[in-house]
């Protein structure tokens, strides 16, 4: 080779390149990065035992991949035998002598190969990527730990904001919102196991008589008070399944779930109008609160929207009212 | 990216000045933009105003608070280590950090800088004058200075930020190992 210029002593290759390897086609060491000698302190005595080829249908040999790399001018992949995840990467060339000078890196297994080998700052070129990848890496976890938690912050506020949306401040029902959401899955959702359709269920509409005179003559705490008492009342006629809404003024509706024989329904609306003309304020004297209700079977064979089955309800409410207040008509 | 920024700020301010001034802060937030407000937005830039005037101190102090605190949390201590061998070299180095930043945050636009340094002394020259980062970053390199241990006098000029090193090991620095620790990774 006329054109060689490198005549480089071997202190100054250990500098320049700290993860090389200069060998001779037997297989024999004559130097060692001292990068890559922390790394895999074996190599000292050879390559067997301590490097294999890092690619599949090579053979396992270190030194055959090594050769076919060099003189094929490819790139050279070989696993470290003692970290069996961790495979060196790079490529080599042949020198002026014959021998053959191999320059590795760690590509991705860069961390763990810093980890294993208690590797610094100082065991790297300064032409190597290294700090800038582990800095990548730190700052990136760093990143996206605040970002999950503050994801769980946001879905945590989202639920509590949800929840504030669908509910009646006054009583604690469920409001409007809540009963058009719970209306249309009460009439889609497939809950009956037998025949895989949607529960049949009775929708209960009650709007309060004299109301209006609680808050004129009483004030509108009395109303309010009023208003939270009928509350809990429903919110104490109501199972597991069934849904409770003050959907406006002293207007309340009920969905229950599995209602739909017209005397069980007479007798739940009797015992509610009951328990509300408990309610009514003394001081009202010649007036007595009570309910009027109206009330809509509702069973999958029906077709109507919910906001059509809603209007249904009201109208059988308005029947009651006209009958004379105090009763329930079933639509 | 605007909440990581916030939540910082509110760290700052509640491990720097506790519970009560932070809940003002958040009052005179609330106060300043009505009900409706998205989440953690009491903490953007200009609380760092609010809870200055309420702690009567100036803007510009604040703010190196902010930079000098940012230092002592152990991630971004870390980050910043990366860029410097001893203090000088962090120094330098500082050149860097606006890439740097924009690999972690591409968001977060910090203004380029340069570094001139004679002798003893480094100038830190903010090549798109911004109050505020100035202010910050001078924080940044007080705290910085602290962690290598070193001793110098760091003073705020028009869009310069000077610093004088009288002795890099004036104090035994903090230990810093390209290793990320098992705890902290564990963490993660």
Not at chain 1, 49 to 75: F, M, P, Y
Not at chain 1, 252 to 272: D, K, N, S, W
Not at chain 2, 91 to 117: I, M, N, T, Y
Request: charged share 25%; net charge negative; proline share 4%.
């Amino acid at each position: 080779m006329k054109n060689a210029i490198a005549n480089l002593p071997v202190e100054a290759l250990c500098q320049l390149m700290p993860m090389h390897l200069v060998l001779n086609d037997r297989g024999t060491v004559l130097s060692i990065g001292p990068t890559l000698l922390k790394l895999v302190p074996g190599l000292r005595s050879g390559l067997h035992g301590c490097l294999i080829s890092g690619r599949a249908g090579q053979g396992a040999e270190a030194i055959d991949a090594i050769r076919n790399a060099v003189d094929r001018g490819i790139r050279l992949f070989l696993r470290v035998q003692h970290i069996s995840d961790l495979v060196l990467r790079g490529h080599g060339v042949r020198l002026s002598d014959g021998n053959m000078l191999v320059n590795l890196g760690f590509g991705i297994g860069l961390t763990r190969a810093i980890r294993k080998a208690q590797l610094t700052d100082a065991d790297f070129a300064p032409s190597d990527l290294a700090m800038e990848l582990l800095f990548l890496q730190e700052a990136n976890r760093g990143v996206l730990t605040e970002l999950s938690r503050f994801n769980q912050q946001l879905a945590a506020a989202r639920e509590v904001a949800l929840l504030q949306a669908q509910t009646d401040p006054l009583t604690g029902l469920g409001n409007r919102r809540a009963l058009e959401g719970a209306l249309s899955i009460a009439m889609r959702q497939p809950t009956d196991e037998r025949t895989e359709r949607p529960t049949p269920f009775a929708l209960v509409h009650m709007d309060l008589d004299h109301f209006k005179q609680v808050n004129d003559r009483l004030g509108h705490k009395a109303g309010d008070d009023l208003l939270r008492d009928v509350g809990s009342v429903l919110q104490g006629l109501v199972r597991k399944d069934d849904t409770a809404a003050r959907i406006g003024g002293d207007e309340f509706v009920l969905i229950l779930r599995g209602m739909t024989c017209p005397v069980a329904i007479g007798h739940v609306a009797e015992r509610l109008i009951a328990n509300i003309q408990e309610l009514s304020p003394p001081e009202l004297s010649d007036l007595r609160v009570s309910a009027s209700i109206g009330v809509i079977i509702w069973g999958h064979d029906r077709l109507e929207t919910p906001e059509r089955l809603l209007e249904m309800a009201d109208a059988a409410l308005y029947d009651s009212k006209r009958k004379g207040r105090g009763c329930a008509t079933i639509g | 990216m605007n909440s990581l920024i916030n939540r910082g700020i509110e760290e700052f301010l509640r491990s720097t000045y506790g519970d009560a001034l932070v809940a003002s802060v958040v009052d005179d937030a609330a106060v300043a933009r009505g009900a409706v407000a998205p989440l953690g937005a009491g903490f953007g830039a200009e609380s760092l105003q609010r809870a200055a005037f309420r702690m009567a101190k100036p803007h510009s102090e604040m703010l190196e608070d902010l930079g000098a605190w940012m230092t002592r949390i152990e991630p971004v201590r870390r980050l910043l280590r990366f860029s410097g061998r001893d203090f000088r070299d962090f120094l330098l180095r500082l050149e860097e950090l606006p890439g740097r930043a924009q690999l972690v945050l591409p968001s977060l636009k910090v203004p380029r800088l340069q570094v001139d340094a004679k002798d003893h002394a480094f100038w830190v020259v903010l090549l798109d004058p911004e109050p505020t980062w100035k202010s910050v970053l001078a924080g940044v390199i007080r705290g910085m200075a602290d962690d290598y241990g070193a001793l110098c006098l760091i003073s705020v000029e028009d869009t310069v930020i000077r610093i004088e090193v009288w002795d890099e090991q004036f104090a035994e620095g903090r230990l810093f190992s390209i290793q990320c620790g098992a705890a902290e990774a564990g963490q993660a």
